[in-house]
């Protein structure tokens, strides 16, 4: 298991960028995890934010409250087609890498055999993002938090995900982790005639790539599998041809936007997972 230093590591920001276009290049994870056997009767813990509770998808657990698990999130699709020995649902919408270490992780032992996770975007600050870039009536304010979220993802976002990622692996040292990326909320210069500004679509997609090569190269040094969602949601996103995407806009109930629907969760996330198990 990798120690981290305490003190935050600065990863260049062509370093992120040369992340993101190695893993265009080379269609890095763009299928299902591996499939290694110790899945076979094993446990599985679905820990993670908003992108891994489900919120988005409706049919939610009402005595998960604010956490907002959703029937319809690839966790509990997984388990249900899977049926592992056992079954954790700890994802919980809002939470940073901090929550996740600190409130979810009481399920993992040596005998979890898997463990799936989408974590850093609330660290990044991406919901005040989306909200200053959907209120704000001119580019700049939106480019400016943008980049502050940028500057998070380069100078501070890599020491948390280790932190993170070191205590799963303290804690389930036989499971298979896979860390699932975030898709890009748009399709640039696609069908939206309204809405955001294609500056600040661009700038968006462009920050959430930043936030992927950031995950990248954190769960590569934990020997973690990173998947790449980008090629399952492609051709589904926001300004999409499709004439229902599988991410949400600016929605009803607001916390819903910007947020995977169920399509997005049993056709975009979950075919991303194990097979088997």
């Given at each position: 298991m990798t120690t981290q230093d305490p003190t935050p590591r600065r990863v260049p920001r062509a370093a992120l960028l040369g992340a993101v276009i190695a893993l265009l290049l080379t269609g890095t994870a763009t299928t299902a995890a591996a499939e290694p056997d110790t899945l076979h009767g094993s446990g599985y813990v679905a820990l993670g934010d908003s992108y891994s509770s489900g919120l988005g998808a409706g049919s939610y657990d009402f005595g998960s409250g604010e956490c907002k698990r959703s029937a319809r999130a690839y966790p509990a699709l997984w388990a249900k087609a899977h049926s592992p020995k056992s079954f954790s649902f700890t994802a919980c919408s809002g939470a940073t890498t901090e929550d996740v270490r600190n409130g979810q992780l009481g399920p993992l032992s040596r005998q979890t055999g898997l463990v799936t996770l989408t974590a850093g975007a609330n660290d990044a600050g991406f919901a005040k993002v989306m909200q200053n870039c959907a209120v704000s009536p001119?580019?700049?304010?939106?480019?400016?938090?943008?980049?502050?979220?940028?500057?998070?993802?380069?100078?501070?976002?890599?020491?948390?995900?280790?932190?993170?990622?070191?205590?799963?692996?303290?804690?389930?040292?036989?499971?298979?982790?896979?860390?699932?990326?975030?898709?890009?909320?748009?399709?640039?210069?696609?069908?939206?005639?309204?809405g955001l500004s294609e500056r600040k679509r661009t700038a968006i997609d462009r920050a959430e790539d930043e936030l992927n090569a950031a995950t990248v190269q954190a769960a590569a040094r934990h020997r973690f599998a990173f998947v790449d969602a980008n090629p399952t949601f492609r051709g589904h996103e926001i300004c999409s041809a499709d004439p229902h995407p599988w991410l949400h806009s600016l929605t009803f109930p607001v916390e819903e936007s910007y947020h995977p629907t169920a399509d997005g969760q049993s056709r975009g996330y979950l075919p991303l997972l194990p097979s088997r198990g």
């Open positions: 001119d580019d700049d304010s939106c480019i400016e938090r943008v980049n502050e979220s940028r500057a998070f993802i380069a100078d501070v976002l890599p020491d948390k995900l280790g932190k993170l990622y070191d205590e799963i692996g303290r804690r389930a040292p036989a499971a298979h982790v896979v860390v699932l990326g975030y898709p890009r909320l748009y399709k640039l210069n696609g069908s939206c005639r309204i």
